[in-house]
């Protein structure tokens, strides 16, 4: 199973494109800063993960706020064939700013 569920914030995000085949798609760079255990002990953690968003959850994914916390759900892939780099692939993402 290759599945990733992440909290983190869209940090920066290029313009929407299209693929030759037509398929909208949006490279981002998330921010995700938490507290975890490992080994009973608490560790901080801080990490910038890169991100692509493909077809219909493009335009969502394009819209969103800077800097607003979502919970994001997708899959690692090689950002090529032949790269060793890791991008999340983000197949659906949900705000999780409380609302006033």
């Known amino acids: 199973m290759n599945e ?3 909290i983190a914030a869209i940090a920066e995000r290029d313009v929407l494109r299209y693929t030759p085949a037509g398929i909208p798609i949006v490279s981002a760079r998330l921010q995700h800063s938490s507290e975890q255990v490992e080994a009973n002990i608490p560790r901080q953690v801080e ?3 890169a991100a692509i968003a493909a077809g219909e959850i493009s335009g969502k994914f ?3 706020a800077l800097g607003e916390m979502f919970l994001f759900t997708g899959f690692l892939a090689r950002k090529s064939r032949n790269s060793k780099s890791l991008v999340f692939h ?3 993402f949900e705000s ?3 609302e006033h």
């Open 90 to 92: 983000v197949t659906d």
């Open 96 to 98: 999780i700013t409380p």
């Open 62 to 64: 394009n819209q969103a």
């Open 4 to 6: 990733l569920r992440l």
């Open 47 to 49: 990490m910038d993960v």
